[in-house]
């Protein structure tokens, strides 16, 4: 089998698309696209970000949402990432988003992203947040049998290949048993 080097790149596959959402000091609902994001504990987050209207709210609050950016949201979800809020102060209104405060942390819930991690800041240092995520909250509309159901979801991941946004596809397998046939 012939293999293709693609030298050293930010490549890996699904890469979610997550949309953080903070508090300024004055209380105003601030948004960004963030794709370079993994959970890395039960109860953790990281995050790699540069400075950002995000990373100075971050400072001012210690905490912060995380939502999974959806097929039916593409456009704003994308225009979070490519607007800045220093240059925009409205940038959350203009993507059509409306903020709820999170009743476990400082930072907003944005009702148009049906789910999110609400998190406290662990810490934020050389580029690196780490989030402890204190709760995660579903709409109804997304939940089936008691579980976030990832059809109902519909998350949306980044293809950084070739600049894209995927929807995810069918269940191809069933995680911690597929592989007992192999024991």
């Not at 948004?31 to 540069?50: H, K, Q, V, Y």
């Not at 400082?106 to 998190?119: Q, R, W, Y």
């Not at 934020?124 to 709409?139: M, Q, R």
Request: proline share 5%; net charge negative; aromatic share 8%.
């Amino acid at each position: 089998m012939s293999k293709v080097d693609f030298g050293a790149k930010p490549l890996l596959f699904p890469m979610p698309v997550l949309i953080i959402g903070t508090y300024d000091k004055d209380g105003v609902p601030n948004a960004m696209n963030a794709a370079w994001g993994m959970i890395t504990d039960f109860g953790e987050i990281t995050i790699s970000l540069s400075e950002h209207k995000t990373t100075e709210n971050l400072a001012v609050t210690g905490a912060f949402t995380v939502s999974m950016a959806t097929e039916d949201t593409v456009a704003a979800c994308d225009y979070v990432g490519i607007e800045s809020a220093k240059k925009v102060p409205d940038k959350f209104a203009k993507a059509g988003f409306h903020a709820t405060k999170s009743s476990r942390v400082n930072a907003p819930l944005i009702d148009e992203l049906p789910m999110a991690l609400e998190c406290k800041v662990k810490s934020f240092e050389n580029g690196i947040l780490i989030g402890e995520v204190v709760n995660v909250t579903a709409d109804e509309s997304v939940v089936t049998d008691g579980k976030i159901d990832p059809k109902k979801l519909k998350p949306i991941t980044y293809d950084p290949a070739n600049n894209t946004y995927i929807a995810l596809g069918e269940v191809v397998g069933k995680a911690f048993a597929d592989g007992l046939q192999l024991k």
